[in-house]
């Protein structure tokens, strides 16, 4: 597609459940990340790929949040019983490579999950 | 990766340049400086990015100082349309972008 595209954009679940969030960068795209944005607050990097693996994580808040990119191109980020706190909008974004300085990195328009 | 400074808000009248400060003092020779900008409930929407020259592109102008401590984004003619909060990051390698408070521009008739 010509941009970065997430689903759902919008997520409501209840407080415990599971939830995944799937994120398809701009093809040819190399590099994913993702990213959370609390209300009020800048975006804050939860984990990186370059390829199918993933070259940081330490972004992620806990054990409850897990991400996988298995051929390269989409990602799925997983969040297992999922608590209030969790409730933000869910960023993915997208580069040509995240290896060397200078890419331009393009966002997607988020995911916003609300956990009730 | 160096940290930003950027004044909490601005306004500028529509048809004018609006002209946003960026202060990135401990910035390395090998860190890119980068704008994007979030207009409410929608992702961040890279604007520029540069090293040491100046950059221009259909959107705005990045104008870097010469010992690379301080940059401006210049949006010529700013609209309505262009009322966001605009981040200013140093980066360094891959797009691991820490977003400060940023600027919020108010552009008004």
């Known amino acids: 597609g010509a941009g970065v595209s997430q689903t759902p954009s919008n997520k409501v679940t209840e407080k415990g459940k599971y939830v995944e969030l799937r994120c398809d960068p701009i093809?040819?795209?190399?590099?994913l990340y993702w990213y959370r944005q609390s209300l009020g607050q800048g975006p804050e990097f939860l984990i990186y790929?370059?390829?199918?693996?993933?070259?940081?994580d330490s972004g992620l808040p806990n054990d409850r949040f897990f991400a996988v990119r298995p051929e390269g191109s989409v990602s799925t980020l997983k969040i297992q019983r999922t608590e209030r706190g969790d409730s933000a909008v869910y960023l993915c974004?997208?580069?040509?490579?995240?290896?060397?300085?200078?890419?331009?990195?393009?966002f997607g328009e988020g995911s916003w999950l609300t956990v009730v | 990766d160096a940290k930003t400074t950027q004044p909490t808000s601005m306004d500028c009248a529509e048809g004018r340049a609006a002209n946003l400060p960026c202060n990135h003092s401990?910035?390395?020779?090998?860190?890119?400086v980068y704008w994007y900008r979030q207009i409410h409930s929608q992702g961040p929407q890279y604007i520029i990015h540069?090293?040491?020259n100046n950059e221009t592109n259909e959107m705005a102008s990045l104008i870097i100082t010469e010992d690379r401590k301080s940059s401006t984004l210049i949006l010529p003619h700013a609209t309505l349309r262009d009322t966001a909060v605009y981040y200013c990051?140093?980066?360094?390698?891959?797009?691991?972008?820490?977003f400060g408070q940023g600027t919020e521009l108010s552009v008004k008739p």
């Open positions: 974004a997208s580069s040509l490579d995240g290896r060397g300085s200078g890419n331009t990195i393009y």
């Open positions: 093809s040819g795209h190399t590099a």
């Open positions: 790929f370059q390829g199918t693996g993933a070259a940081d």
């Open positions: 401990t910035i390395s020779g090998n860190e890119y």
């Open positions: 540069g090293l040491k």
């Open positions: 990051i140093v980066l360094r390698g891959y797009g691991k972008l820490i």
